[in-house]
């Protein structure tokens, strides 16, 4: 094992966990399993480290490892997701901050509403700006079925949280 290989491991972590940690919440709309999912992905890619020879690789590798990951634990369970409580903004009303941060939170609530395949084509297409035949690649299914989710997770956060749509136009 070379130490050059570990060392480069060792910078991808520090440097890139919390993005992918964030990608992650974003799949699984919960902290803990979000940590679950990163701390697997980041296990399955030390353990091919040495087949990988940079951090654009380290990067790619754990973020497949992640989605392939998330359709696995999707594909076994389930069951129904609910977020326990409100969550409450400590900002004062009315400020930008506060503003953001409602809007982060209406989203998150949202995205925990959505199945885990329909919230996993959301966070690729849109957060990650993947084509739909990235997407359709990472989660192993058809360009039919990225677009087809695309188009009913969409359809249910605007049912859900229409008021994100109006935030994201003044925004833009």
């Known amino acids: ?3 050059s290989i570990d060392e480069l491991f060792r910078e991808f972590v520090q440097t890139r966990s919390p993005a992918l940690l ?3 919440f974003l799949l699984t709309g919960d902290r803990h399993l979000a940590e679950d999912l990163v701390q697997d992905a980041l296990a399955r890619t030390h353990r091919g480290r040495n087949r ?4 654009g690789h380290f990067e790619a590798y754990t973020r497949t490892a992640m989605y392939h990951q998330h359709v696995s634990w999707w594909r076994r369970r389930k069951v ?3 977020m326990p409580g409100d969550l409450t903004d400590m900002a004062q009303p009315g400020s930008d901050h506060a503003r953001r941060t409602d809007l982060k939170l209406a989203l998150h609530k949202a995205l925990a509403q959505l199945t885990r395949r329909q919230r ?5 297409r849109f957060f990650e700006d993947r084509s739909e035949a990235e997407a359709a690649d990472l989660l192993n299914c058809s360009v039919g079925t990225i677009k087809s989710q695309t188009s009913k997770a969409l359809a249910r956060m605007r049912e859900m949280a229409p008021n ?5 136009m003044e925004e833009a």
Do not use: C, I, K, P
């Open 1 to 3: 094992m070379s130490n």
């Open 22 to 24: 964030r990608t992650a």
């Open 52 to 55: 990988l020879d940079d951090l």
């Open 80 to 82: 129904a997701e609910s």
């Open 120 to 124: 996993a084509v959301l966070v690729l």
């Open 164 to 168: 994100l749509l109006s935030a994201v």
